[in-house]
């Protein structure tokens, strides 16, 4: 996997937690205005992410990366299958795009990230005309690069093309690489993960990551002919990330919506530590006026809480086959990978984002031979048995409300805090928004942080049901 090569080791609490707590740990979403599909869309053996994916006539298609054996070697491999979106049923896979880890090429280790996107392209090797366009990702450094020397294996990242008329059978251009790192050769990561749109024929724009260059950037540059590309351009990763923390610029993905003159993304936001992919991911969309140098506003979040999952990476925005996002004013369809930190979990999963978010039911659940309670607005990950809706929070911010945070302590003792650092345990995500004090005009009621020395659960019983009261949390609605 070309972009968990320079990621730490799997090691301490939080990797045990993911096992310990039961497969996968709850968080949630700022906004839950997001709302996944439940489980993966498909299994595949080994891992899936970095989904591409064009919607089109009642038909997804969809490009990611897995993993393959090739030339005796486990490597990335892009692979390829179809789904019908109004009754789900799924075409076989096919393995589209392989490394050759035996062959001296640029491209001879770890093919991945695909970012596909129609429209018409020449190929001057052979003078044919195209239909599709995959950008991808790939390296020499790898498998079988007797030449590797000191060199750190999936270093030197490239960006490369590839055409097609069918979307299976593709046709490397003689010219690869397209794009290149700022720095090259390079013993970073280098520059991979495109994300594409057409604004006709072949009038390609690519934003792709490169830190070949102090820090995580993203870049963006354009091309007239899908193969020679203008000088890059910085990308703004302004309001992403909460205050004093930094936007991952990688594992990314962006779409543009021509009819609102919008650029929307979905951004990984920081990991805990010592995980090698994030938990969460903002949505967030930028005017057309001022991208790339702009200001992103966030829209919501894809994370554990809304999705079950303890891991939540590598998205891809569901578009059409220019690269447009259709239904941006009202939603937007995202893929993306969960699992958690052994990538043979990585699953593909779906999400969608609505613009009007409403509320989430606030439910506790315990379980029994645990003696552990865990209250959520999303799924109950904790093995735990429905026991009551303590009421609705907003799943966007509004009036006074501020969030609510789901936490774990070691050990996998859920609670829930005010606290956007989960007053130093594991952070999970925001269930919701809670008023400090009653609002007027809403019908609410407090809900009180309740310890009975090994477990926190939450009441609307200000003696919190005879055990000890830790905190007042606030107001929440009492009806959706």
């Known amino acids: ?52 994916v064009i919607e089109e006539n009642g038909v997804r298609k969809i490009w990611w990366c897995g993993e393959a054996a090739t030339d005796g070697y486990m490597s990335d491999a892009i692979f390829y299958r179809e789904q019908n979106i109004a009754t789900g049923s799924l075409s076989e896979i096919k393995q589209v795009l392989t490394p050759r880890p035996n062959t001296p090429t640029w491209d001879k280790s770890y093919i991945c990230d695909p970012s596909v996107v129609k429209g018409s392209f020449q190929n001057p090797d052979n003078g044919q005309t195209y239909t599709y366009a995959l950008y991808y990702t790939a390296t020499d450094r790898g498998p079988g690069s007797s030449y590797l020397g000191t060199h750190l294996d999936g270093t ?116 805990r530590d010592p995980d090698r992919e994030t938990y969460r991911m903002v949505i967030a969309r930028m005017p057309a006026a001022s991208f790339p140098s702009g200001t992103w506003q966030k829209l919501g979040y894809i994370d554990s809480n809304a999705t079950g999952a303890y891991l939540n990476h590598s998205p891809g925005i569901a578009r059409t086959g220019l690269g447009q996002v259709s239904t941006a004013s009202t939603g937007l369809t995202t893929l993306f990978s969960s699992g958690d930190n052994n990538p043979s979990s990585w699953d593909l999963r779906t999400a969608r984002w609505t613009a009007t978010p409403g509320t989430a039911a606030l439910k ?105 009261v830790e905190a007042t949390l606030g107001y929440l609605l009492v009806n959706p």
């Not at 799997?10 to 707590?21: E, H, S």
């Not at 919701?432 to 020395?453: E, F, M």
Request: with cysteine.
């Open 364 to 468: 506790r659940y315990y379980n029994k031979p645990q003696v552990r309670h865990q209250v959520t607005t999303g799924p109950a990950t904790g093995g735990g048995v429905y026991e009551q809706t303590l009421g609705y929070l907003p799943q966007a911010p509004t009036g006074a409300a501020v969030p609510l945070y789901g936490c774990v302590f070691s050990g996998g003792d859920f609670f829930l805090s005010l606290n956007a650092n989960c007053e130093g345990s594991s952070p999970l995500g925001i269930n919701g928004y809670i008023y400090p004090s009653a609002p007027t005009g809403l019908a609410t009621a407090p809900i009180y942080r309740c310890y009975t020395g090994q477990d926190h659960f939450v009441s609307r019983q200000a003696n919190c049901e005879g055990v000890k």
């Open 156 to 271: 030197n990242n490239r960006i490369g093309v590839a055409w097609s008329n069918d979307g299976v059978t593709w046709t490397k251009y003689s010219q690869n690489p397209v794009i290149y790192p700022r720095v090259s050769p390079t013993d970073a990561y280098g520059a991979g993960q495109a994300a594409t749109y057409n604004a006709g024929g072949s009038s390609v724009q690519v934003v792709y990551h490169d830190n070949s260059t102090a820090g995580t950037s993203l870049w963006k540059r354009t091309s007239t002919n899908g193969r020679t590309f203008s000088s890059e351009s910085l990308l703004s990763l302004s309001g992403l990330a909460p205050s004093g923390q930094l936007t991952y610029g990688s594992n990314f993905d962006v779409a543009y919506q021509p009819s609102e003159s919008m650029w929307y993304g979905v951004f990984p936001l920081p990991r």
């Open 1 to 52: 996997m070309t972009r968990s090569r320079r990621r730490k080791q799997i090691a301490g609490f939080l990797a045990a937690l993911a096992i310990g707590v039961g497969i996968l740990v709850p968080a949630t979403a700022a906004s839950a205005a997001v709302t996944p599909t439940p489980g993966a869309l498909f299994t595949h053996g080994g891992y899936d992410y970095a989904p591409s």
